[in-house]
């Protein structure tokens, strides 16, 4: 190994450097590119220049294909500034200007007369000397800034600067692609072709952008819709008496009204339309897009409203919709009395609505769901939410001045896992049919005001500062709490109540209750706190508790009373009072009145425990109860009244006497 390291280090240049003949070229050296003409033979617009010819005001007709290319300003006193009659024409104006000085509108910057085809345009201005003062367009100039007289197929024009003409800024007919330009002042509309991308148009007195397909541009003008497409993207416009944007599909889009539409579509996304004086975005679905408007809709969706946002001041809706999901309404104005946040016409679903002084901050026709509706306003019939059908998961309230009829929220078939707060209004959640797991709260005084009223109501909670009831069910009532602090009756049912509560807190405005039930009530409990009539009143009372406090009656059974328990705690009356009661267990702890009764049972008393002033008193009789009389010489049962025979079978005192029509008979 050692041998060889030398041989291959002496062998090693000469295989590094070798090269071939180091002998130059003859001759000069020459340059190898070839130029722009050889690449493309550019023919300059001179008269003489094939294809070129100069008319008479001027300007120069292009007949031959070919690539051409102006070489200075040129100004026409009339007419046309360049006419192209040929196909495939290629015009270079290298930052040139075409311009005119004609006294009365006539003539193009560049005619394309016939229907010229594969016609491009590039690099340059086309300057008339049309203005616009604020209202009226002058008649001068060019009519014309690039003008399409039929169809120009694949017709492109780039990088234009189109100022001051009478008519059309640029109109490729239709077709053809405008990309790079600009056009500002023109009384008719601004570019016209097929595709529009990274123009600006500006002061158009017409469209100032017609075409298939609009990408990144800016566009403004004084009458008519500003920018029309097929489809916008990217693009802001803004029209002063007409629509902003009109396409069949925007996305990233701007557009803005004065007294026309902000944007319409058939589909908007991820875009926002306002306008002074009518709708904001109307389109048949609109996707994550906001629209404004202060005398109409933010959002007028025909069909589907989805994660967007609208709002008006003082027209009829923030944002409308068949459904809307995810979606924001705002009516913040107190003018439009008849407004609405989010009117949804079929179903509103995690959505939140408000309204300064309108109908509803919320309303969905027939299903809302996980939605949230306020309403500050004042008036009658107004609502924080509002559904015709049912309402799940969701929250109204109204903070203002709410009249009669008005509700936080409201629904007309159903309200499930719902809350509704009112501070003046009838009805802090009003439900058609059921009221399931639902809250409700009412600030009102006013007399029939509710914090709560269901045809049905299940596990609810509701309160009243006053007015009728704290929760009102016109039929069934079960495993519910309601409390008033001033109102009738802190719980309200029709036809049944069963493991509910009621309760008063303060005094009533009329003799009323903590829990009354016009049918049975089952495992209830009701309490007043200070002078209510009763603390429960039923028809019918089983496992029932009824507590009061200066108040006539703890529990009032109108007939039977069953393992019920009453009890008064202060100076009121009765315990426990009903015609019959079975297994009950009544106390009064009046101390001033030997007129208080633990129990009084209009008919009998079976099997009861009672202990009061009076323990136990049955006007006809008392079987095998339990009476403790409290005061000093009275009875601890009584039977017997109005000289009817009164018994008192098995009964045993815990203190006083045992009085009775006749003498108490067998043993305890």
Not at 118 to 135: C, K, P, V, Y
Not at 274 to 293: D, H, I, K, M, P
Not at 425 to 442: E, H, I, K
Request: hydrophobic share 35%; charged share 10%.
């Amino acid at each position: 190994m050692r041998r060889l390291l030398p041989a291959l280090l002496l062998a090693l240049p000469a295989l590094a450097f070798a090269q071939g003949a180091l002998t130059p070229p003859p001759g000069a050296p020459a340059p190898t590119m070839k130029t722009l003409d050889q690449i493309e033979p550019r023919i300059p617009l001179q008269d003489g220049a094939p294809g070129v010819a100069q008319n008479a005001n001027g300007g120069f007709t292009i007949s031959l294909p070919g690539s051409y290319y102006l070489t200075g300003n040129l100004t026409v006193a009339s007419g046309d500034g360049i006419v192209i009659t040929g196909n495939d024409v290629s015009l270079d104006l290298r930052g040139f200007t075409i311009a005119t000085t004609a006294p009365a509108a006539e003539g193009c910057g560049i005619l394309l007369p016939g229907s010229p085809a594969g016609i491009a345009i590039a690099n340059g201005r086309i300057l008339g000397t049309a203005t616009f003062d604020g209202s009226v367009y002058s008649s001068a100039g060019f009519q014309y800034g690039i003008w399409c007289e039929n169809s120009c197929p694949a017709a492109r024009v780039t990088g234009l600067s189109i100022v001051g003409i009478a008519g059309v800024g640029i109109s490729l007919g239709g077709e053809g692609t405008i990309l790079d330009c600009a056009v500002d002042t023109c009384s008719g509309p601004g570019i016209v072709g097929h595709t529009v991308a990274h123009c600006t148009v500006t002061q158009c007195g017409s469209t100032a952008i017609s075409a298939q397909i609009v990408d990144s541009c800016y566009a403004q003008s004084t009458w008519g819709t500003t920018l029309s497409a097929r489809t916008a993207t990217n693009c802001y416009a803004y029209s002063a008496n007409g629509y902003g944007i009109n396409a069949e599909t925007v996305s990233n889009c701007f557009g803005a009204a004065s007294s026309g539409l902000g944007i319409v579509a058939t589909t908007a996304s991820n875009s926002s339309g306002t306008s002074e004086a009518e709708r904001g975005l109307v389109a048949y679905l609109v996707l994550n897009c906001r629209g404004f408007s202060i005398r109409g809709s933010g959002i007028y969706a025909a069909y589907a409203a989805e994660n967007s946002a609208g709002e008006t001041v003082d027209g009829l809706y923030g944002l409308y919709a068949k459904v809307a999901t995810g979606c924001y309404g705002a009516h913040t104005g107190t003018s439009g009395a008849l407004g609405y946040g989010i009117y949804a016409t079929t179903s509103a679903s995690n959505c939140t609505g408000q309204t300064a002084n309108g109908v509803a901050g919320l309303f969905a026709g027939e299903t809302a769901s996980n939605c949230s509706g306020t309403n500050t306003g004042n008036g009658s019939n107004i609502y924080g939410l509002h559904s015709d059908g049912t309402a799940l998961g969701c929250t109204g309230s109204t903070t203002g001045n709410a009249g009669a009829d008005s509700a936080g929220l409201y629904a007309a078939a159903s309200a499930t896992a719902c809350r509704g707060v009112t501070s003046t209004g009838r009805y802090g959640l009003f439900s058609g049919g059921t009221a399931a797991d639902c809250s409700a709260a009412n600030g009102s005084s006013t007399n029939m005001t509710y914090g709560l009223y269901a045809t049905t109501a299940t596990g609810c909670t509701a309160s009243s500062a006053g007015g009728f009831a704290g929760l009102y069910a016109e039929k069934i009532a079960t495993g519910c709490t309601g409390t008033t602090i001033t109102g009738n009756y802190g719980l309200l049912a029709f036809e049944s109540a069963s493991n509910c509560t009621g309760s008063i807190s303060g005094t009533p405005t009329r003799e009323g209750g903590g829990l009354r039930v016009y049918g049975p009530a089952t495992g209830c409990t009701g309490r007043a706190a200070v002078t209510a009539f009763a603390g429960l009143i039923a028809n019918e009372a089983t496992n029932c508790e009824g507590t009061n406090v200066n108040g006539i009656n703890g529990l009032f059974v109108y007939h039977t009373a069953s393992n019920c328990r009453g009890q008064i705690t202060g100076t009121g009356l009765y315990g426990l009072h009903a015609n019959v009661a079975i297994g009950c267990t009544g106390s009064s702890a009046n101390t001033t009145s030997l007129g208080s009764y633990g129990i009084l049972a209009e008919v009998s008393a079976q099997n009861c425990a009672g202990s009061g002033p009076v323990g136990i008193v049955a006007r006809r009789a008392a079987y095998y109860c339990d009476g403790t009389a409290t005061a000093s010489g009275t009875v601890a049962i009584a039977t017997g009244s109005l000289g009817n025979n009164g018994l008192a079978i098995g009964c045993t005192s815990g203190g006083g006497t045992i009085a009775a029509a006749t003498k108490q008979l067998g043993t305890p």
